[in-house]
Structures are given as structure tokens and as C-alpha cells.
């Protein structure tokens, strides 16, 4: 397994490559391969927690559960929500998620309610006996990982990473890796096998200091002689032939994402939207990459909101909307919304109690969100909890939800539309066999 990371010294690649040079399945790129049957995954994390319970709020006589608890504090006024329907029954969208709304209703996103990590499916009173409990929760590191992850084998791989490994041949011919992080090494994109091209976005792709100018150029010729130079030794070649990969990498992502991009769909000028540019921007590149299947991790931070959570929640979904709202209509421009499925992952929910700092802490069960062509939209899945303090789907005291689906099912779900089959899938995900349902039927 390797990472290939885009921006680093002659020194440090040397290094690395000694660790990975496992990676010679990569083969030469074929610049002329046509991915026919493409699709990609878009995992959106936003880190710190996200408060789902404000970014999907019931309307109508359920609002009085809702709002009594939270207040005005760190409610939201029925009034300003953004109403969509699910199965007969009103609910509200944040309201600085206006496309989000838009494309629920236009059947082109959704929403799986509940979901959070567990071993199996347990009852309260199960938890409380700390019968099959997940460890950790509640903390942030731990369940960042837990939902990367989606897995309590030990096993330093995250889903999206174990399911490249299955969809490997998919992308025979290609020297790019499936797995594209623009968020550095994220766990959720090194599989077993497979590792991922990391962008560091602003600092450039490939050597430091290949500028261009005479010395560098001097200078990475000489480099290029001593990684060609036949030495005889084994692991020597194969390390010197995984540097080799890794340039050329640099190069053709360089060419990729510092030329036109071609694409004339504007992005906001925050951090995730500059992250979904350079995701577009890759898929608009697919056939000369040579790739048929594509998984990118990208995020955005700033959700662990202790205090003022309405005003710090606001600014957040602004930006969140307006990055997959651009990111939807560049796929629309490359003609290719149905082929890219966009979701969210967060550490947890929040308490749906609030604190005395006018926020919320960590929870457990959320909601997400999910967006495309392939999506089953205009619907939501899953469970919506009973928003009742110590009610039947409170394991606390304060509202912390206890999931009604799995992270395995929501991943297991995304990873069959992606091509994984059902054989593979227990591999992908180790703990799915322990739940009835293996596809939650949010994917077309």
C-alpha cells in the first residue's frame, strides 16, 4: 500500500519510496483510454461534528418537540425553514441550504437520517448494559475515524481505500490512483493494497523546486539518471520505479490542474469549494487519466460549535452550500450528474439539548446528505429519531440519538452503485454481515 503525496522533497520521496514500493501494479498511463463507464464518489467530512439536528428540523405539530427543547436560542424559528416532504410528513431544511433543498426536490439529493457507527444493531437497553457499544464515542479523533474507517477489525484502512482495492482493475492502465485526497493523508482513502494521490491545494504538485529554471532542470536530470541507474538490486529497482511513478503523477495532475480548466462553472473562493474545483476539474480529465472509477475525500472544519452555535452553524451551511451547489453544476457541465455521487460524513451529531454557552456537544446518531443524478432523491431514509430528552432514542440525558442504520450500511450502499459486489462488500466492510439490511435503497 502507498500514498503518493505531491509536494515533497527529493529526500523525503526517496524515503518513502523505499516503504512503498509495493506500488508497481500502476501501470504506464495510456493517454488515449476512454473511461466509458465512469463514476466517482465525493466524500465530503465536515469535521468537528456537524449539528444535524438544525440542518433537518420536523415542521408541523412535531416543530413543539423541537422547539421547546432547543428555544431560541439554539432553535431555529419554524418560519425560515425551507419545507420538503418525506412519506407524507413536513420537515425543513437549514435555511442556508437552499440548493440542497432545490436539488431534494428536483429528486436529484436526499437524506439518510440516524446513521452513526455501530457493531451491530442494539437496543437502549443494550447500551446501557455496554453490550456490542462502539469504543470511544463522543471523541472526536476516534470517530473521525470510526466513520472513515467502517470497520473494528484493527485494520488501518478506510472504506473508501478498501473499496479501490476492489475496484482495482476498473482502472488497469491508468497511473493515477483511484483515491484522490485533497485533505492530506485521510485515513478514509488507504485501502490495503491501494493508497492515494494527495493534493496539497496552494503549495503545487510534484518536487519542490522543479521551477523550471536552468538549475532545477539540471538538477532533476541528474535525479532522473540516479533513479533510472540499473543497479541490479531488487527492492533498489522497485523503489526507484515507484519514484518514477510518483513524478510522473506530479506531472500529469501539474498539467491537470494548473492549465484552463475547461470548466466554466465558478466555485466559491472558500476552502472546500476551491477542494470541489480541483475534484472537477480531475473528472473533466478522466479520459485522458485513463480512469473509469475515481473516490475523492475532500472537508471543511469548524463544526464543534460549544457556544454560539446558530450564528457559527449559519456561516458554515452558507459555505457548504454554495460548494456543492457549484460542484452539482460543474458535474451538469461536464455532463456527468449521474455519475458522480456526492455525500457528507461528520464526526457525530450534537446533543440535541443544548449546553449553557448557547451550543451543543458531542452526540452520537446524524443525518447526511447525499447528491446526484444517481441518488434516489427527494426522500428521506431511515429512522427519524423521537425528539424526546431520556425518550426512546435518547441513550443520555441530554439527546443523543441512538443510530437507527450503520455507517457499513450508508458506505455498503454507496460502494454497490460504485461496482463493489456483494462478496466483495464483506471485505470492503467486516461488520455488514451483521445487519439484515445490506442496501439502504437511496442509489438508483
Known amino acids: 500500500m502507498s500514498i503518493f503525496k505531491l509536494?515533497?522533497?527529493?529526500?523525503?520521496?526517496?524515503?518513502?519510496?523505499?516503504?512503498t514500493a509495493s506500488l508497481g501494479y500502476f501501470g504506464v498511463l495510456d493517454a488515449l483510454a476512454q473511461a466509458g463507464d465512469y463514476k466517482a464518489l465525493v466524500c465530503?467530512?465536515?469535521?468537528g461534528g456537524n449539528d444535524a439536528n438544525?440542518?433537518?428540523?420536523?415542521?408541523?405539530?412535531?416543530?413543539?418537540?423541537?422547539?421547546?427543547?432547543?428555544?431560541?436560542a439554539t432553535g431555529l424559528a419554524q418560519n425560515v425553514l425551507l419545507p420538503i416532504m418525506d412519506r407524507g410528513e413536513a420537515y425543513g431544511f437549514h435555511p442556508q441550504l437552499p440548493r440542497i433543498q432545490q436539488l431534494y426536490n428536483q429528486g436529484k439529493a436526499a437524506a439518510m437520517l440516524n446513521v452513526g457507527p455501530l457493531i451491530r444493531p442494539i437496543t437502549k437497553t443494550q447500551y446501557r448494559a455496554n453490550q456490542a457499544v462502539p469504543s470511544n464515542l463522543y471523541s472526536h479523533s476516534d470517530q473521525q475515524q470510526a466513520w472513515q474507517q467502517a470497520?473494528?477489525?484493527g485494520v488501518r484502512s478506510g472504506w473508501g481505500g478498501r473499496t479501490a482495492d476492489a475496484m482495482q482493475p476498473s482502472n488497469t492502465g491508468s497511473l493515477l490512483p483511484m483515491s484522490v485526497s485533497t485533505s492530506g493523508g485521510a485515513l478514509y482513502t488507504i485501502g490495503q493494497v491501494t493508497g492515494p494521490a494527495i493534493i496539497n491545494g496552494g503549495n503545487g504538485l510534484g518536487l519542490s523546486g522543479s521551477d523550471g529554471s536552468t538549475t532545477a532542470n539540471a538538477r532533476d536530470a541528474a535525479?532522473?539518471?540516479v533513479i533510472n541507474f540499473q543497479s541490479g538490486l531488487t527492492l533498489?529497482?522497485?523503489?526507484?520505479k515507484t519514484i518514477n511513478n510518483g513524478i510522473q503523477v506530479g506531472k500529469v495532475l501539474t498539467n491537470v490542474l494548473t492549465g484552463p480548466s475547461g470548466i466554466t462553472t465558478v466555485f466559491p473562493a472558500n476552502g472546500l469549494g476551491n477542494q470541489l474545483a480541483q475534484v472537477a476539474r480531475i473528472i473533466r480529465s478522466r479520459?485522458?487519466?485513463?480512469?473509469s472509477r475515481q473516490i475523492f475525500f475532500v472537508s471543511t472544519g469548524g463544526y464543534d460549535n460549544h457556544d454560539g452555535l446558530l450564528a457559527a452553524h449559519q456561516g458554515l451551511l452558507t459555505g457548504l452550500n454554495s460548494a456543492l451547489s457549484a460542484f452539482y453544476d460543474a458535474t451538469i457541465e461536464l455532463g456527468m450528474e449521474n455519475s458522480v455521487t456526492t455525500f457528507t460524513e461528520s464526526d457525530f451529531n450534537r446533543t440535541f439539548g443544548p449546553n449553557g454557552n448557547n451550543g451543543t456537544d458531542h452526540a452520537w446518531g446524524s443525518h447526511q446528505l447525499m447528491m446526484g443524478g444517481a441518488v434516489n432523491g427527494g426522500r428521506m431514509y431511515g429512522t427519524f429519531p423521537n425528539l424526546a430528552i431520556q425518550g426512546p432514542d435518547d441513550v443520555g440525558n441530554r439527546g443523543l440519538w441512538l443510530p437507527t442504520a450503520s455507517v457499513e450500511q450508508y458506505g455498503a450502499t454507496l460502494s454497490s452503485w460504485f461496482g463493489v459486489n456483494s462478496a466483495?462488500?464483506?471485505a470492503v466492510f467486516p461488520n455488514l454481515i451483521n445487519f439484515p439490511t445490506r442496501n439502504l435503497g437511496f442509489m438508483k
Open 287 to 291: 479520459q485522458t487519466l485513463g480512469v
Open 54 to 72: 438544525n440542518m433537518i428540523v420536523p415542521m408541523g405539530i412535531k416543530y413543539n418537540d423541537y422547539s421547546k427543547v432547543r428555544g431560541p
Open 151 to 153: 470497520s473494528t477489525s
Open 44 to 47: 465530503v467530512f465536515l469535521f
Open 236 to 240: 533498489v529497482q522497485a523503489a526507484n
Open 7 to 19: 509536494n515533497i522533497s527529493r529526500r523525503a520521496l526517496l524515503r518513502k519510496s523505499i516503504a
Open 424 to 426: 466483495q462488500l464483506d
Open 223 to 225: 535525479f532522473q539518471q
